[in-house]
């Protein structure tokens, strides 16, 4: 028999029987693999009195052999098929909870485990947060992919410091300026929150992540800080110019936006992972001097000269597909790293690759390229791009003198709207 026991992990063993009582005795922590329980091969787990239990991705749906497990302070079920967590409000003693990938609608039980400090009830079929209305002890809270409306009922909650809502359908943040204690906030894929002003005080927070939201102005969280990670990907963020103010941001994620000028990012010298893909930057010399990225995602802009880019030691992802660059040996040095991604640019050598950038009109000096292969087929051929084009045929017009014409000819124009 072995006391000394506190910890035993199953999940990759070969135990097919756990019905032998000497064997667990003041057994503290256990996880039980999918194979060992089942609805149709159940173990009397009642004399196992475990502090901390975990059976995850299996069948489970009758959770009534859990009601007397009286020790329990961590309980992870996720992964399952429970539709009823009424048998868990005997578990008086539990602080964490993990119930996420079930089929569960009412989470009332739940009020009765007054010492929970950590529940996970994402990916259910919830409605309503009223049960955790009194739970004032909860710090952490995941109520992703869920229904949920409206988390008014968690006004009273003071001690939370992550709040994971995304994927529900609230209108707001209204509560939020009462939970001055957050930390981290995720209300990502709720479609209809545009106002940040509930959470404009909240100084502690570190984390912010509002992805496909209505959010157009981030001036508001001037205060803020602390802020180390922000996130407004496909939102209709035009203006950065609040971000100087956030001297520890060190993630900053605003893909999918209006995005021209980023100046702003001049002086943060914590950055390492930066997403501004699918915006309007032309400039990006203002982060030029910030030397310790590890990600840069630039894809899909109107960028040409890529020479700031130099000298990232940190580096192991860089997009910078679909824009306008004319010489990429500036970033030639990554080519060995984790992640890169330049191809669909207009790159000055032998061979001309100009697919999938957004060229609209093509000089004619091109047709003067006799011996040099050129590819510039699904481009974006529109108008509307005059001040730039004028730019960029200027610049192309520079390269192409200087081509090594020594390659076979092959012209193929193919969607070409307009030549001049």
């Known amino acids: 028999m072995n006391k ?83 048998a868990l409000q005997y ?13 569960i609608v009412d989470i009332s039980p739940f009020s009765k485990c007054i010492q929970l400090r950590d529940i996970n009830v ?3 079929i919830i409605e309503s947060v009223a049960p955790l209305s009194s739970l004032n002890n909860i710090e952490k809270l995941d109520i992703s992919w869920n229904r949920i409306e409206s988390i008014s009922d968690l006004v009273h909650l003071t001690n939370i410091q992550v709040i ?19 930390l981290d906030i995720n209300f990502d894929d709720n479609i209809n929150i545009s106002d940040l002003q509930p959470i404009s005080n909240l100084n502690k927070l570190e984390r912010i992540d509002l992805r496909y939201s209505q959010v157009k102005d981030l001036s508001i969280l001037s205060n803020l800080l602390q802020l180390q990670r922000l996130v407004f990907e496909n939102c209709q963020i035009q203006d950065l110019s609040v971000v100087t103010k956030f001297d520890q941001l060190s993630t900053l994620i605003a893909c999918d936006g209006d995005i021209s000028d980023i100046t702003s990012l001049r002086y943060l010298k914590q950055l390492t992972h930066i997403d501004l893909s699918n915006n309007n930057i032309i400039d990006i010399s203002p982060i030029g001097h910030l030397k310790d990225f590890n990600v840069v995602n630039l ?7 890529v020479s700031h880019l130099k000298g990232l030691k940190q580096l192991s992802e860089l ?88 390659v076979e000819l092959l012209i193929n124009f193919i969607n070409l709207d307009s030549v001049i």
């Not at 475990?50 to 052999?65: D, E, F, G």
């Not at 578990?91 to 089929?103: A, F, G, R, T």
């Open 4 to 86: 000394s026991l506190v910890m035993m992990n199953l999940k990759y063993g070969t135990v097919t029987d756990l019905n032998q009582k000497d064997q667990f005795i003041e057994l503290l922590e256990i996880n039980i693999p999918q194979t060992l329980y089942t609805e149709q091969k159940q173990f009397n787990i009642n004399f196992i009195c475990p502090k901390h239990l975990c059976i995850k991705n299996s069948t489970i749906v009758n959770l009534q052999p859990f009601r007397y497990l009286h020790d329990l302070t961590s309980l992870n079920l996720s992964q399952n098929e429970i539709c009823d967590v009424s």
């Open 91 to 103: 578990l008086v003693n539990l602080v964490k909870i993990d119930v996420s990938e079930n089929y």
């Open 122 to 124: 994402s990916n259910n």
């Open 164 to 182: 994971n809502a995304s994927a529900n359908k609230i209108q707001d943040l209204n509560v939020l300026s009462n939970l001055i204690n957050l």
């Open 299 to 305: 894809a899909l802009n109107n960028i040409i000269d």
């Open 319 to 406: 997009y910078l597909t679909e824009n306008y660059i004319i010489d990429l040996s500036p970033v030639q040095q990554y080519s060995d790293i984790h992640q890169f991604e330049i191809e669909d640019q207009y790159e000055p050598t032998k061979e001309i690759l100009l697919m999938f950038n957004k060229i609209s009109q093509i000089h004619a000096s091109m047709k003067q390229l006799h011996q040099v292969k050129k590819q510039i087929t699904q481009n974006r051929f529109r108008t509307g791009l005059q001040p730039f084009q004028s730019k960029f045929n200027s610049e192309m017009n520079q390269v192409l003198t200087k081509l090594n014409y020594s």
